[in-house]
Structure formats: structure tokens, C-alpha cells
DNA sequence: CCGGGTTACGCTCGGCGTAATTATT
DNA sequence: AATAATTACGCCGAGCGTAACCCGG
């Protein structure tokens, strides 16, 4: 039987044409080329190459071999990786998620369920999400919506939704931040509907306030900063309103004298469910208390 | 890398569960599997066992590598296989016949077109003919009919039969031989419905001739002989009726004393078609002449 | 005669088996 | 004590590189 070494000499020599530009290749003598054509013709058991003298080239059973060899290469460089992968996911919990920040307690939490597995989270949109989720390529996905309420619009209808466990593990809620003078700064509540039209800050990681901003204030620009210290540094030294959020507050001191103004449409009042897949509920319960 | 051996030993393993099954059943030492497992576990570069002092067994990993190992070594065994089916039809010329018995003259008109090749020649149904011919298991076919005739009842709407080539290469006529005293005998001509209900020797090495007999004569029994020896000891020791066509009768010399009678059904006066895919005509047109 | 393939030959070291070791039942 | 895996060690031969050879352009 030919070994790795062996059949990668062959499929070289099919792409390169010449035994001694296989050995350059790999930086062995020529004769270990000649010996290793010879052996996967025995191998093989049928005659590979058409030879002169002094020359060496595939026949039609040749060509086929090498077609067939570099799928059996590529399929055993594969095997390996799909392995790897494998053990991958299974040491560690990959945790996909719509906030935009950290969820506080979330991977305490998960930690504390799995001391031995190392935890994976990466932003996303839900969308992607749910179907990383679907895939395998995350255990735990964090939604802004209960996935499981069958009332929830659009894809209600799907039957997935069956197949899905979730339970809310925290909230956030978009505020305005208005600029002292601002002729709406003293209101106790505002809708989005009533900023359309101004140009707003935004400090978003992922698109998903963004989404929401933009269908309910189509006349808005948005000035969106992924780059906290820019965003800081930008409420320092502008008068422009702004968004927030009661999370991205925490760690945010000074909204640079604006005033705090809740909104109160209900699509920037969220509830995050940490969601994963029903089948996968009895392993992760500890996760979920 | 690991070698093909080594993939062995671990499949093996991973089917017997034991270090020591496995040196036995390859007739080898124990220690050269420790040490091929050790080797496969470094090359996937993840545990793929869990071992105690004295004991080992595969690990989640093991048995998903195990799985795909499996695999492997069947696509690696396929190909070798792929490679030499592919040689082997490039160097022979594989024949489907309808007609019984060899017809005169169509080997040698094969290996005077293609002196270099072998030529395998296999008796079937026509439908089995024609399927193996679109698959490709034989280049040529010989046919009872003329598979390009579109009048030809049946499956004449099939789209394919624009994609054969065919020729006439000889005709066979069934009749009957019906011993001396037979209140049939000296008719000049029969129709199968004649002798319906009737037990009638056949001899006959494929189905196709009692096909059309069983149809035609649904009331009879028809004694197949597929052994031509035992078909002739019955002609000589019986007085059955028989079946038998022309071209059989080249061999035969003593046909008990039976009288032959024509049969006038056009379905048992058949004429053979050689019969390509129409894609291969240029190539074997040597064998069309 | 140069570029390229094959054959010959000697050496090295990868990998085998034996045997000793350790742990478990 | 028996069974099973691992470790240690020495030997052998598969397979490498060097070198010589052959052939066609």
C-alpha cells in the first residue's frame, strides 16, 4: 500500500509532469521518485505511465490515479481536520450572542456549570445566530426575543420554534441622551418617532440596535461608534443626542451634562433569552439553574 | 502520517476493544500497537483514548476518528478498485448478447477491429442490455430488435433510443421439431398458438427466447434446458416436441428423427441488432465495417 | 553533452520483536 | 496468578542518497 508520502510524489508528478522536478519539490533524490512511481504502478497493479528511455509520463489510468489521488488526499487532510474540530467543540461551549455587551453574570454562569470547559462567546445578529445554533456552531445563543413565544411575528410559523428551549436572563433598555436645551430634554418619556430626523450617536458592537433605530427613525443619520473610547470621546466634546443603554451606562460615567430620556417603544425595551437547543436542555440545565 | 497498516490496527481496535486482540488478529506484537495508537494520537494531535494503568479504551474523540478511519480505508480501497475497473474496460471490449448461442462471425469481426483488445462477451436480457449499455458495462449489445426503430411498440417514446446506433448483424428463427406421428408433423407451417397447451422441450441458455414462448403459448410447459448436453440426451431418448432455431442447429446433428416446422409468428423470427451508444459510433466503427 | 530516467550499492535509522515492568482483577 | 498496557533494548531490513549508467534532443 502506498504511504501519505507516496501519493503526494504522484499527484506532484501529475501537476509538475517531470520525476525530478518532484524530488526538487520535496527535497529528496530523484531515485525515491522513480521507486515510488514504480511502487503505486504495482500498486495500483495496472500500468500508470507511458516511459521511453529517458522520459515518463502519465497514461489514461495514470491521469484517473491522480484524479482519485488528490480526492483521497483531500479527503484524509479533511478526516484529520473534522476530528480536530470535533474534539474542539467539545471542550469548549461556544456562546453566541445578540448584546451588544457582556450579559452580566452569563459567563459566571456558564463557568460555573462547566468548570472544565473553556467558553467561546462571539456577537452576531440573531438571525445568525439561530442559525449558528441550528448548526452546531453554538451551543448557547443570547436572543433579544423569546424564541419559543409562538405570538412573536414573522417567523411564528416556523416549526423550529418547537425545538428550541429559552429562559430570559436579563434585560436592556435604549435611553436618549439629550443635550441640556434640547427642546425635548425635559420630557419623562419619548418615542423614537419623535427624534426622526436628527442625527444621532450610536454605540453598537453589532447591527441589532442599529436595525431597530433605523426602521423606526427612517429620517435619522446615525453616527454609529464600535470603538468605545471614540464614542467617549465623541459625548466629551459634542452636543449631539444620543443613545444608550441602562448596560452600556455601567461602565459609562459622564454622558457630558445630557439628560437620560427612556424610550418607550417597546422594540428597544428588550428581554434576552438564553436559548439552546431542546434537545441539548437536559445537558445544559445547569445553565440554566 | 499514518500509514494504511496503521489505520488498520486502529479500526481494528476500535472493533475489538483490546491491544492484545488486535496484535493477534494482525499476527503481530502488542507493543507495535501501542505504538501505532500512540502515533495515531499524536498525528490527530487530540486524546483519542482514555487509559488507566492497564487499560484503554476510545474516547469520544476515538470513536468519531474511528468512524472516519473506517471511511478512509473504504474510499482508499474504492479508488485502487475505480483504477483498475477503469484499466480493465480500457482494454477489453465488453459484449451483451441477446442471442443464445455465440452469433458466427461477431468475435471475429471484434478482434479484427481491435486486434490489441480482450473481448468479454455476457448473455442477458435485452433490458438488462440495454441498461448496462447506458452504464456503460458494455460497449456493444446485441438486440433482438432495433432498439433506433421508433415504431417499435413499447418504450419508443423513450428519448434514448436517439442515442444508440444500430446494425443488423444476423437473424435466428425458432421451430419446431415434432417427432414423426406428431398430428402436426407434416404441416409446412405453424403458429405458436398451434402447439398452445402442448409440454415442449426448449433449450436455452438466457431468457429471452422463453419469454416469448410463455406468452404466446400460456397453456404449455416448457421443459429449459440450459446444459446443451442434457438437451441432447433428452432429444434422442424422448418424444417430446421441441423447440430449437437455426443457429443452434449447426451443432446438433441428430434431432431424433423430428420433423422441423417453420413457425410464422414474426416474435420468434427475430433479427439481432449490434448496438452501440451513438456517442461511441466513431470509435468502433471498424466493428459496423 | 546536457537533462532526465533507471539501476546499483552501501549505509543508516525507523520500526519490529523480545523481554522486563507495572498495574489491575 | 493471570491479563493487559507500557517501557527498554537490540537487531534487522526497508528505504534513502550517492554514483554510475543510459538515452534522446
Redesign the interface.
Known amino acids: ?5 507516496e501519493l503526494q510524489y504522484f499527484a506532484a508528478f501529475a501537476a509538475c509532469g517531470t520525476l525530478t522536478g518532484v524530488a526538487e519539490k520535496f527535497m529528496i533524490s530523484q531515485p525515491t521518485i522513480t521507486r515510488a512511481m514504480k511502487k503505486a504502478e504495482e ?5 500508470l505511465f507511458h516511459r521511453t528511455k529517458n522520459s515518463i509520463c502519465l497514461n ?2 495514470g491521469e ?2 491522480a484524479e ?2 488528490r ?2 488526499l483531500k ?2 487532510d479533511d ?2 481536520a ?3 474540530a ?2 474542539r467543540t ?1 471542550r469548549t461551549i461556544s456562546v453566541g450572542t445578540a448584546a451588544a455587551i457582556e450579559l452580566p453574570g452569563l459567563v459566571s454562569r456558564i463557568s460555573r456549570a462547566f468548570p472544565e470547559k473553556a467558553i467561546a462567546t462571539e456577537p452576531g445578529l440573531p438571525e445568525e445566530l439561530e442559525k449558528g445554533l441550528e448548526e452546531d456552531r453554538y451551543q448557547l445563543i443570547v436572543l433579544p426575543y423569546d424564541p419559543t413565544d409562538l405570538r412573536r411575528p414573522g417567523e411564528s410559523g416556523d416549526s423550529r420554534a418547537g425545538a428550541l428551549f429559552a429562559r430570559q436572563i436579563g434585560e436592556e433598555h435604549l435611553m436618549f441622551f439629550l443635550p441640556e436645551g434640547h427642546p425635548l430634554a425635559d420630557r419623562r418619556s419619548l418615542k423614537l418617532s419623535d427624534l426622526n430626523g436628527e442625527n444621532l450617536l450610536l454605540f453598537s458592537t453589532v447591527g441589532f440596535w442599529g436595525e431597530i433605530v433605523r426602521r423606526k427613525m427612517p429620517d435619522s443619520r446615525f453616527l454609529v461608534q464600535s470603538e468605545r473610547y471614540t464614542f467617549e470621546e465623541l459625548i466629551a466634546n459634542s452636543v449631539l443626542p444620543c443613545f444608550a443603554t441602562d448596560l452600556t451606562l455601567r461602565g459609562l460615567h459622564d454622558m457630558g451634562g445630557r439628560r437620560a430620556v427612556p424610550i418607550s417603544d417597546p422594540e428597544v425595551n428588550v428581554r434576552y433569552y438564553l436559548t439552546c437547543k431542546a434537545s441539548m436542555r437536559r445537558k445544559l440545565a445547569a445553565v440554566f439553574q
Open positions: 500500500m502506498l504511504t501519505y508520502e500498486t495500483f497493479g495496472v500500468p489514461e489510468n484517473m490515479a482519485e489521488i480526492l483521497l479527503q484524509s478526516m484529520i473534522r476530528v480536530r470535533h474534539d467539545a
